[in-house]
């Protein structure tokens, strides 16, 4: 199995981050570890989310928004995260992979900068969106 690696940017309310993260067609939402949103400045909306990591254990988020999130050099403004303490196993894999630990691009986000997985070179690649 082919991973795909982003290169992104946070900017929050405090302060930015830059990582090489997975994008990960099989999280709806962005996930970003609750110390580093917290560093960085979040704004949390006050709805909380429920899901289901690889590993097949529940997790809870807070869902919040990023003032800005740039994704191989496209920038979304406003981005809603779930914001979670993401379990250790999954920190594992990332770091074995050499992905960050605290960030997961899940598919809104990839699909609000017009970005699809290459699973053939492991990047993302930039699509005309549509609309029917």
Partial sequence: ??????????????????????????ARMSL??????????VEYTGRKIDFVSISGHAVKASEAVIPELEVEG??????????????????????????????IVGVLTLERANMIQDITTGTLKRVESFIL
């Fill in 32 to 41: 970003i570890n609750k110390p580093l949103a917290e560093r960085l400045g």
């Fill in 74 to 103: 496209e920038i979304l403004k406003y981005e809603p995260m779930a914001v979670t303490e993401i379990p250790k196993n999954v920190k594992e894999t990332l770091k074995e992979n050499e992905l960050d630990e605290n960030i």
């Fill in 1 to 26: 199995m082919v991973l795909v690696k982003a290169k992104i940017r946070l900017l929050g309310m405090r302060d930015s981050y830059s990582s090489a993260v997975l994008a990960d067609t099989g």
